[in-house]
């Protein structure tokens, strides 16, 4: 199983990035997708999550409102739009799969994508 995030980069307070998640070595639809994120001497937090259909999605108070994630399970793809970027949503930002079934949970992380906001 792998997931590869792409789409971090540097961009000025206000701006917008769009950061994506390819899947692969597991079918997408059957796992609960989110978008993590850690700051320099911060704990890993939640930034948003969406359910396997992607009907339900839920986001930290900090980003709602300005970001929205999504998923394509026919892509095997998650994506993070961010706009109206600060300063403090400076982050590794890290794809996260998890399933539970029969007991059992799976979960997996990507690598992390930095993103930098200059004010």
């Known amino acids: 199983v792998q997931l590869v995030e792409t789409g971090g980069g540097s961009v000025q307070s206000g701006g917008s990035l769009r950061l994506s998640c390819v899947a692969s070595?597991?079918?997408?639809?059957?796992?609960?997708m989110s978008w993590y994120r850690q700051a320099p001497g911060k704990e890993r937090e939640l930034v948003a999550r969406t359910t396997t259909a992607g009907g339900s999605t839920n986001y930290a108070d900090s980003v709602k409102g300005r970001f929205a994630i999504s998923r394509d399970n026919a892509k095997n793809t998650v994506y993070l739009q961010m706009n109206s970027l600060k300063p403090e949503d400076t982050a590794v930002y890290y794809c996260?799969?998890?399933?539970?079934?029969?007991?059992?949970?799976?979960?997996?992380w990507g690598q992390g994508t930095q993103v930098t906001v200059s004010s």
């Open positions: 996260n799969a998890n399933r539970r079934a029969l007991g059992n949970e799976f979960d997996y």
């Open positions: 070595g597991l079918t997408l639809s059957w796992y609960v």
